[in-house]
């Protein structure tokens, strides 16, 4: 069973990263696990999209926005290390 796996593997995790590129009904239902289990969430998406895309109550929190693989690697250190 896949959702059990993936509830399972949010459940073990410290910090899930969230990919918002694709507009994925099945990325917000795993988002809402996560948030319901209190796991530290990182929203992240790519440079070129239209954040006006997500939904209002996702488009309010912190979205790393990044341009290249490069850029996303600098960033998620930099929210990593807690600052």
Known sequence: ??????VTLIVKSETILVDLNEL???????LGIAHALGKKTILMMQYDKDPMELGFDIRQ???IMYRGHQDLELQL???????
Not at 24 to 30: A, D, L, R, S
């Open 77 to 83: 250190l930099f929210e990593l290390s807690g600052y």
């Open 61 to 63: 929190r912190h979205v």
């Open 1 to 6: 069973d896949i959702l059990r796996n993936i």
């Open 24 to 30: 994925n009904p099945n990325v917000y239902y795993e």
